[in-house]
């Protein structure tokens, strides 16, 4: 078969020739360095490090003010038991700590990520009713990896100057990042997740007396169920009048600490007891497991994470995007000094730099070696033309290798490119023996020059297919 498919590519050159203009253009369309062709791009996945984790699902469960040991026996442990059954599960870990249960659900290499992922969810929902406890309510993770967090930022008001200027509370950051900025960013092509970090998460907090409860004979549940019903929005049938029908519902939704203090608790003797007669109501921070630290203090930001299989380059361009449309719109606020201070979205981690350093680094390094190598080859040859034609080569043999690392799911990273680096080395010794086995049958032989180029790559052609074979097949493991 090698010998036809040599013979046929010498005899029909035309062909030959509109194969490896294609060739040439396809790896320029899939090729992860910024070169501009003119042509659609398709590129490669860039990151600067590979991903070499396992297919890892995470299952997280809430149960609020439960002790470790609780959701360890009530949560962890029938959900682990529950989800062993699931296809293609290699081994399940659980961590259980205070109100949160995390389960991380290792799935066989050769298991797809986004089939692991609906298996789980078809577990999760064909759970037995009774398994859990009342309020816990177990969710699958962002679909992300390890490696998915490209880009981390912070809040910070800025002056006209672009300096900081201070004027906002880590309370007031925090809500404008969960109910704005979050959500804006979170709509960015090849998003996973936003995870707000930092400040202090605004919420209704009612303290209760306990000397104003034994007072009106008002119990814990009561005020439980009171302040409950007191944010729901009720309907109540219809209304006829004048042959008209009208729909009733009673709007209760607390868009004030007013309509939680007014809410009823109990009715002794036609006399309500209302909320604020037991308990202060009050607005105030919910309680936390960390902070971010910035140069020493106390910010504001989010995280952004990648969604699995995207090109993290392009989600970090997406990402800045949608940031350069929202800056305009966030609030600002005078200070006491007179400033001006503009709420701004600043960078505080970004892989950007470190992708591009890297592709810079291997590109440079790339056209360095076809470089020496023509060089070298002409040195070894004495030969300019069979010069040129091994070094040619080798762009055309990277350019290939662009379009199987982009169908293969491949990332050009700095592990794959270097491979393609090392692997400039065989490609160099497979043109040599070629070239040099027809340049001596050349000299020797008084046969026409196609035949004579027939008969010398043939000669050498199932050497060259056993050394390829046996590099493709050294480096599958890698990938």
């Given at each position: ?6 013979k ?5 050159r035309?062909v ?31 990151d ?7 297919n ?10 439960r ?5 360890e026996?009530?949560?962890?442990y ?33 298991r797809e990520f986004y089939?692991?992922r ?5 577990k ?7 398994l ?17 967090q490209?880009?981390w930022?912070?809040l ?7 300096n900081?200027?201070?004027g ?14 979050k959500?804006a960013l ?7 997740e936003?995870?707000s970090?930092?400040g ?10 306990p000397?104003a409860?034994e007072?009106?004979g ?13 944010n ?20 209760g939704y607390?868009?004030?600490l ?6 009823v ?6 006399t309500?007891i209302?909320?604020k007669?037991?308990?202060?109501v ?10 971010l ?5 106390e ?20 990402v800045k995007?949608k940031i350069?449309?929202?800056q ?5 606020k005078?200070l006491?000094?007179g400033?001006?201070?503009?709420l ?8 950007t730099q ?5 592709i810079?680094?291997?590109e ?17 040859l ?12 080798l ?12 169908y293969?799911?491949?990332?050009a ?14 490609m ?5 023996i070629l070239t ?7 000299r020797?032989s008084s ?5 004579v180029?027939?008969e010398?790559?043939?000669?050498v052609?199932?050497?060259?297919l ?10 599958i493991?890698?990938f």
């Amino acid at each position: 078969m090698i010998n036809h498919l040599i013979k046929f590519f010498l005899e029909n050159r035309l062909v030959t020739l509109l194969l490896l203009v294609l060739l040439v253009a396809w790896g320029l369309i899939t090729s992860p360095f910024n070169w501009q062709t003119g042509l659609p791009k398709d590129s490669v996945p860039v990151d600067a490090i590979p991903n070499i984790g396992e297919n890892q699902q995470i299952v997280f469960t809430e149960w609020a003010g439960r002790s470790p040991q609780d959701i360890e026996d009530q949560i962890s442990y029938p959900l682990t038991t529950a989800l062993l059954g699931i296809p293609g599960v290699k081994t399940i870990r659980s961590s259980s700590i205070f109100g949160l249960s995390s389960i991380y659900i290792i799935f066989d290499d050769d298991r797809e990520f986004y089939w692991s992922r609906s298996r789980i969810l078809e577990k999760l929902n064909a759970l037995p009713s009774g398994l859990l406890p009342e309020g816990a309510q177990p969710a699958l993770g962002p679909d992300g990896t390890a490696l998915g967090q490209i880009f981390w930022y912070t809040l910070e008001g800025r002056d006209e100057d672009n300096n900081p200027a201070g004027g906002w509370d880590p309370q007031e950051l925090r809500s404008i990042q969960d109910y704005n900025i979050k959500y804006a960013l979170a709509s960015a092509k090849g998003v996973a997740e936003v995870a707000s970090i930092g400040g202090f998460v605004k919420e209704y907090q009612v303290d209760l007396d306990p000397a104003a409860m034994e007072g009106f004979g008002v119990n814990l549940e009561e005020i439980a169920q009171a302040v409950k019903d007191s944010n729901l929005d009720v309907g109540a049938k219809t209304l006829e009048i004048n042959k008209a029908e009208y729909l009733v519902r009673g709007l209760g939704y607390v868009k004030s600490l007013e309509d939680l203090e007014n809410a009823v608790v109990k009715t002794t003797n036609n006399t309500p007891i209302l909320l604020k007669q037991v308990a202060n109501v009050m607005l105030g921070p919910a309680s936390r497991r960390g902070a971010l630290d910035k140069g020493g203090a106390e910010a504001v930001g989010g995280v952004v994470v990648a969604r699995y299989g995207e090109n993290p380059l392009a989600v970090i361009e997406n990402v800045k995007s949608k940031i350069s449309n929202i800056q305009s719109g966030l609030p600002s606020k005078e200070l006491a000094d007179g400033r001006i201070s503009k709420l701004t979205i600043v960078p505080f981690y970004d892989r950007t730099q470190l992708i591009n350093e890297t592709i810079g680094t291997l590109e440079e390094a790339l056209t360095l070696e076809v470089i020496i190598t023509i060089i070298v080859v002409l040195v070894m040859l004495f030969n300019l033309k069979a010069s040129i034609l091994i070094s040619s080569l080798l762009p055309v043999a990277v350019l290939a290798s662009f379009i199987a690392m982009r169908y293969l799911n491949v990332d050009a990273n700095i592990v794959a490119l270097s491979g393609i680096a090392i692997a400039i080395g065989t490609m160099v010794d497979v043109g040599i023996i070629l070239t040099e086995n027809i340049t001596r049958h050349v000299r020797t032989s008084s046969k026409p020059l196609l035949a004579v180029i027939l008969e010398a790559s043939q000669e050498v052609a199932p050497a060259i297919l056993t050394a390829v074979l046996t590099t493709i097949v050294s480096f599958i493991p890698v990938f």
